[in-house]
């Protein structure tokens, strides 16, 4: 959803409800568990940055839209004061299963001040809220490096067409996998491979990002030529939290215009 891009919250882990025990923790102490993830976010690192997650977040975060978060959140705050706000919260709390930190802390920055939450379990963070007021709502324009966008169109679009059918599900966002069925793909398959035949290249030529007050949406665009024919193939990657996965996409087939059908558009 468009909301947890714009404040940045990602809870990756499934967290039940469980026995809160509020625990005292000295302002430094507190400080100190989020000091990491801020240091990482200040050197725009992130493979530090998830190198402090559970494994589970790993699923949940695009680099590419971390790293451009991290740009922006700096771009907007400044350098990190290292000095606590107003608020200083720090409990334990008991899942079944787990013991978790549950710590909120008022970060100032240079430019203003940084809201950061973060749930620790074994002492890594299964779960972040971290947000400004400083950061404007629109700073969202797309991924800073397209480059993990092209690599999922392409091989969704082509691994269709070659009928690697398991593979298309981690690349789709959950709605379009419950919309498409195997029979609806194969029947996509068989009509684009006739289009198209043996494919013979696979060209990438452009994108667009657009964004309103409900979607971040971009299209990539593709070249896909065979031996019977080539069409353009588009695939729309909607992002979603930290998350871009692909929420539509389509084979349309280039039709050549002969000079004498040329002329007859232009006589008309």
Request: charged share 20%; net charge negative; aromatic share 6%.
């Amino acid at each position: 959803m468009k909301t947890l891009l714009r404040t940045m919250f990602v809870i990756a882990a499934t967290i039940s409800a469980g026995i809160g025990l509020a625990v005292a923790k000295s302002p430094d102490a507190t400080l100190a568990l989020h000091t990491p993830i801020h240091n990482a976010i200040a050197a725009e690192d992130t493979e530090a940055f998830m190198a402090l997650c559970v494994p589970g977040l790993e699923n949940e975060i695009d680099r590419p839209l971390l790293l451009t978060w991290m740009q922006e959140l700096n771009r907007a705050c400044g350098a990190n004061q290292q000095r606590l706000g107003n608020t200083v919260e720090y409990a334990v709390r008991f899942t079944p299963q787990t013991r978790q930190i549950h710590t909120k802390v008022d970060l100032l920055y240079q430019n203003g001040v940084v809201s950061s939450s973060l749930v620790i379990e074994n002492g890594l963070i299964a779960g972040y809220s971290i947000q400004s007021d400083s950061l404007d709502k629109g700073w969202f324009q797309g991924p800073s490096d397209a480059s993990l966008y092209f690599e999922r169109s392409e091989k969704l679009l082509v691994g269709l067409l070659n009928e690697k059918y398991t593979e298309l599900e981690p690349l789709m966002h959950p709605a379009l996998n419950e919309l498409v069925t195997l029979e609806k793909l194969q029947s996509i398959q068989s009509a684009a491979s006739e289009m198209i035949g043996d494919i013979e290249s696979v060209v990438r030529l452009g994108g667009e990002f657009e964004s309103n007050d409900t979607q971040d949406k971009m299209t990539l665009k593709f070249r896909i030529t065979g031996d019977q024919g080539e069409v353009i193939a588009d695939a729309v990657t909607i992002f979603d939290g930290m998350k871009g996965s692909i929420i539509e996409f389509n084979y349309t087939p280039v039709v050549e215009v002969t000079s004498d059908e040329e002329n007859a558009v232009a006589v008309k």
